[in-house]
């Protein structure tokens, strides 16, 4: 059965504490891993797509990686405003999007 | 260039009610999403439907459904309301079976209280 994992579940850093967020994952036919950021109350928004292993993405102090079976989002020097749940999501055959349960972070100033 | 647009935005309904949530895509989205999330928990696929077919169903029960019209727009129906299923619905919009690329475009989503 395809699955994702996103861990840690929450993950508290002072501002410019640099750390990543891990996403594994379990699927037949990867399509696609795209990585979103949700602010509380609100619709995710689309960050990243990476399709095959050894490809990287960055945007602003934001870089996503993929390797055979996880990715993994980089901050650099994080800023409070960065604070956000950071959702992974994986699309296999059939285009059905499955999305891990989430990292919350947490950026203090 | 408008984005995802779902009404209404916060409802309250009794169980046993039936209830119908509304989104517009991204102009130029031929494919619409749906998914649920619980107060605290990830998000969880419901529906897929483009070009106004149904392609891919979660794993939800029946009284789950929904459509897309010829101008792209979506609604969601659930019949037989339970406690359960308050929680945010979300619509997403994707270019996917036009450009290939699977990426989606979410609204603000449609929070539903069942009392």
């Known amino acids: 059965e395809d699955q994702v994992t996103q861990s840690p579940e929450a993950l508290r850093l002072q501002e410019g504490e640099s750390s990543s967020l891990n996403c594994s994952y379990t699927?037949?036919?990867?399509?696609?891993l795209f990585w979103y950021r949700q602010d509380p109350g609100k619709g995710p928004e689309f960050l990243f797509t990476?399709?095959?292993a050894g490809e990287e993405k960055e945007k602003e102090r934001l870089k996503a990686t993929l390797t055979k079976k996880e990715s993994f989002l980089h901050i650099t020097a994080p800023k409070p405003e960065d604070s956000a749940t950071y959702l992974c999501?994986?699309?296999?055959?059939?285009?059905?999007?499955?999305f891990g349960a989430g990292t919350r972070l947490f950026v203090k100033a | 260039e408008a984005g995802v647009t779902q009404s209404p935005t916060h409802l309250i309904k009794t169980r046993g009610q039936q209830v119908t949530l509304r989104c517009s895509p991204i102009?130029?989205?031929?494919?619409v999403y749906w998914y649920q999330q619980a107060l605290g928990l990830g998000l969880q696929f419901l529906l897929w439907?483009?070009?106004?077919?149904?392609?891919n169903r979660g794993n939800f029960p029946p009284r789950f459904s929904g459509r897309q019209f010829p101008n792209y727009s979506s609604e969601l129906n659930v019949n037989a309301l339970e406690l359960e299923d308050s929680a945010l619905y979300l619509c997403?919009?994707?270019?996917?079976?036009?450009?290939?690329?699977?990426?989606?475009?979410f609204g603000e989503g449609s929070r539903l209280t069942v009392l």
């Open positions: 699927v037949s036919g990867l399509r696609g």
């Open positions: 990476l399709y095959s």
């Open positions: 997403a919009s994707s270019p996917i079976l036009t450009s290939g690329t699977g990426e989606l475009f």
């Open positions: 999501a994986v699309q296999a055959g059939g285009f059905k999007t499955i």
């Open positions: 102009s130029g989205h031929t494919s």
């Open positions: 439907y483009d070009e106004g077919e149904e392609r």
